[in-house]
């Protein structure tokens, strides 16, 4: 039998380096994959785009992200969990930087296409590497800093391109958003312990055909599935395209206040906490249906003309999507049972998917209706949604005395 080094135990000097790396973690993937979404409206301009084809700046990073997903855990079987994140982070920003340099349109799109295969390397086995080096007691405040992480990172790495794009441009924002993330690569490097406790395995590639035969049995899974496509896909289009609007007539922002308008991230942090806790008071099956209704709202709010209206409606976006994704997730750990983690594995590929399908998608409005062709876009799909979210409140619990540990954190990108 193998004899395992001691778990971390928060206090400890190995405890608080884990901890520091898992935030540069969380914020160099998210900062990374998102930091393109506002320069859309400059990649147009630059390449005489289309808004959707713009968009395939972040689809073709959050796409092959969703496959990779499925495949990273088992790979990390075999490899190692902190080798596998250490080559991720990496890699997805050296390719950042070479995206800043790079001379065409489709140059940029192959390089944004294989970050977004490596950074799935993060995500997918970051719940595992914690697990296995901390003691079990001390799990909480080592993913609380990877989920805050993610959080900057999506908030922080949109910001940071606006505002380096509007004191010089695209290609510059790029620079930066790949500098900064070899800086928190590296940071990860020597600060995350060794794994101690990993013991490789041979990579068992049925096991994911098989897992997922028995998962899609249960249709409270499969309506899980379905909202994080639907939603994720929301979110995505509204602040995908919402910097073309704020650009445009009557508005005319400057690209840095666009940016600025990231910032409400910060209310989906509140936000997964909030509706995470109610849920826990009250019961999922009664409480998703709100975020999910708020997320509606939201998307109406901002077809107004006051510029106020149309934050205001951006706001409760994000207030209702992240409340729902907070549900959700843990919920599909509570389902996945014994298969948590490949339940959550698909939980994942759902939610990338319906950014990099619907996010795109989501430009034909922008194209063929300008932002009211958005609006539309994103009420039809909320409203399926919500539909889905009557449906689960209907599915059969599981057993009360049935205890599952969580699969995977929430990701805020």
Avoid: K
Avoid at 257 to 269: Q, T
């Amino acid at each position: 039998m193998t004899n395992l080094s001691p778990a971390l135990v928060a206090g400890t000097p190995g405890y608080r380096r884990l901890t520091w790396a898992m935030l540069f973690a969380g914020f160099a993937t998210f900062s990374t994959l998102y930091a393109v979404q506002p320069l859309l409206p400059l990649l147009a301009a630059h390449y005489r785009l289309s808004a959707e084809a713009a968009s395939l700046a972040v689809s073709l990073a959050t796409g092959p992200l969703a496959i990779g997903i499925l495949v990273a855990g088992s790979v990390s079987d075999r490899f190692g969990r902190r080798t596998l994140m250490v080559a991720a982070m990496m890699t997805a920003a050296l390719l950042t930087l070479a995206a800043a340099v790079v001379p065409g349109w489709y140059g940029l799109l192959g390089l944004r296409f294989l970050a977004g295969l490596a950074l799935a390397g993060v995500p997918a086995v970051a719940m595992a590497y914690v697990a296995e080096e901390v003691d079990v007691a001390s799990i909480g405040s080592a993913m609380g800093l990877y989920i805050a992480g993610s959080a900057l990172g999506g908030m922080g790495g949109r910001l940071v391109a606006s505002l380096v794009a509007a004191a010089a441009d695209w290609r510059w924002a790029l620079a930066a958003v790949g500098l900064a993330g070899l800086v928190m690569a590296e940071a990860f490097r020597r600060l995350a312990p060794p794994s101690r406790r990993f013991v490789a395995s041979e990579a068992d590639w049925l096991a994911l055909p098989r897992g997922a035969a028995l998962l899609f049995r249960d249709p409270g899974l499969r309506l899980l599935y379905l909202e994080s496509f639907l939603l994720m896909g929301v979110f995505v289009t509204i602040y995908n395209y919402v910097g073309f609007h704020l650009l445009a007539a009557p508005y005319g922002l400057g690209q840095a206040a666009v940016g600025a308008v990231f910032l409400l991230y910060v209310l989906g942090s509140i936000s997964s906490s909030l509706f995470g806790g109610l849920a826990g008071r009250v019961g999922r099956r009664r409480i998703f249906w709100i975020p999910t209704a708020l997320v509606i709202v939201g998307v109406a709010l901002t077809a107004a003309a006051p510029l106020w209206l149309v934050i205001a409606g951006i706001a409760v976006v994000t207030i209702g999507f992240f409340g729902a994704h907070s549900i959700a997730s843990a919920w599909v750990g509570r389902r996945g049972g014994a298969a948590r983690g490949q339940a959550a594995a698909w939980y994942l590929f759902f939610y990338y998917m319906g950014s990099s399908i619907l996010g795109s998608a989501g430009g034909m409005g922008w194209t063929y209706g300008g932002w009211h062709g958005v609006v539309v876009f994103c009420i039809v799909l909320a409203v399926i949604a919500l539909a889905v979210s009557v449906l689960l409140f209907r599915i059969r619990p599981l057993p009360e005395n049935e205890r599952v540990r969580p699969a995977s954190p929430p990701t805020l990108g």
